[in-house]
């Protein structure tokens, strides 16, 4: 995995680190905020649900930082994509479902990864 890679992955893994705070710890507070489309007087009663979904981004970001720790490359490789396009999915059915500024925050930059970690597996190994 080349350098470029491991930073969008890290980076992808900060943002979902952020998305399970906010959305475990801060969905009254800051929500209203953020998802302005959204009736205030729903944030109190959804804040169960929010913390949910903040769990699984939390898994999200813990496994695209195993991804970076795994010195194997092929395993670095396949986790890296699998975790990768666990984000795209999440953030293509974000943007059909509440937002489509979602799939600009998750789906591109996973895409992005994808790609990146291709590129660089290609170059490594070519023939393949």
């Known amino acids: 995995m080349n350098v470029l890679a491991k930073i969008v992955i ?3 893994a900060i943002l979902h680190c952020y998305i399970a705070w906010f959305e475990i710890f801060a969905w009254t507070t800051k929500g209203p905020e953020i998802f302005s489309s959204i009736p205030q007087d ?3 009663p959804t804040k169960v649900l929010a913390a949910n979904q903040g769990i699984y981004n ?5 496994g695209l930082f195993w991804s970076l720790s795994i010195k ?3 395993w670095q490789y396949r986790v890296a994509v699998c975790f990768l396009l666990m984000v795209f ?3 293509l059915f974000g943007a ?4 489509p500024r979602i799939a600009l925050v998750q789906s591109l930059p996973a895409a992005v990864g994808i790609a990146l970690l291709i ?3 290609r170059k490594s190994s070519p023939g393949q």
């Open 58 to 62: 939390f898994f999200l970001a813990a």
């Open 89 to 91: 999915v999440a953030g």
């Open 119 to 121: 590129l660089a597996r």
């Open 10 to 12: 890290a980076l992808i």
């Open 72 to 74: 194997e490359k092929l």
């Open 96 to 99: 059909a479902t509440a937002s």
């Open 42 to 44: 729903l944030f109190e």
